[in-house]
């Protein structure tokens, strides 16, 4: 059976925290991350601790209280710089209630930048759900997000001019995937031997919730500039407010979070937003 919630155009929550939480937001300075920091802190002011971080230098944006500086790359050299700016920020060991993988890019295959779409879309997302920084999620019911694309769900044509950009979000829906199953809050708890071994080894496990979303087009100043969409189209594209208010939601109220390991497709019509489980 399929779940949604509809999210009205230009629409808030205004649900609050419970006092003193902190989410790390991977990819901050982007158009999506600096959106959902922003509404975060706007709904929640200083009970919720928000650290940035990007590949590209930190600017003065609206919602991150600190930043950290990340030099791309692998996940293991994203972890690493992840955890030196953990040391660096915090007395000591921080446990993030949120963990949002906001990163992401778009290239075309005949594109330079078609090669660094595997560290754009997937490196990160792996870091933030490695071995070393699952040490420092939350064991109180923590959420992990990943952005993927409604593109990758279908089957990859070999003659796509995406299909490097198809690989990297596909990559990032198994990750998900694979995350949630291990989970102690996923559909079917995993009774395979090595999650059972991963859940004793990493307790935030046990209650962590993993999602992956998945918009068809962002409302961007970038995306209206390359595809110069008509008043029409863009009442099909998900308003980034959307998605921020939905994750604030999820932060919020855990009972409206779907299962660990969904993947959930934002599909937008006349300004409306529905959130519906696609896999």
Not at 15 to 21: A, H, M, P, S
Not at 154 to 168: A, F, N, R, T, V
């Amino acid at each position: 059976m399929m779940q949604s919630r509809r999210i009205p155009k230009n629409s808030f929550s205004t649900t609050k925290l419970r006092e003193n939480q902190t989410a790390l937001i991977l990819g901050s300075n982007g158009a999506l991350g600096s959106a959902i920091a922003s509404h975060l802190k706007q709904c929640n002011g200083n009970d919720l601790t928000i650290i940035g971080a990007d590949v590209t230098p930190m600017r003065e944006q609206k919602g991150v209280d600190a930043f950290i500086s990340l030099r791309g790359g692998n996940a293991e050299v994203i972890s690493e710089d992840l955890i030196k700016g953990f040391q660096n920020l915090f007395d000591s060991k921080p446990e993030f209630d949120a963990l949002i993988c906001a990163n992401g890019g778009f290239a075309m295959d005949d594109s330079d930048e078609a090669e660094n779409l595997m560290a754009m879309n997937f490196e990160p997302c792996a870091a933030a759900c490695s071995a070393a920084i699952l040490d420092y999620i939350s064991e109180d019911e923590a959420l992990f997000v990943a952005f993927s694309a409604t593109l990758a769900l279908k089957e990859i044509d070999d003659d796509s001019p995406m299909k490097k950009y198809i690989e990297s979000k596909r990559d990032v829906h198994e990750l998900v995937q694979r995350l949630g199953s291990a989970t102690g809050k996923a559909l079917r708890k995993s009774k395979r031997m090595e999650d059972i071994d991963l859940r004793k080894r990493y307790p935030c496990l046990n209650k962590l919730t993993a999602i992956g979303i998945l918009p068809s087009t962002l409302d961007t100043e970038s995306n209206r500039e390359a595809m110069k969409p008509s008043d029409e189209e863009l009442e099909r594209w998900t308003k980034l407010e959307q998605i921020a208010r939905e994750i604030g939601t999820w932060m919020e109220l855990k009972d409206l979070r779907p299962s660990s390991g969904n993947l959930v497709k934002c599909v937008t019509k006349d300004g409306m937003t529905d959130f519906i489980i696609a896999r």
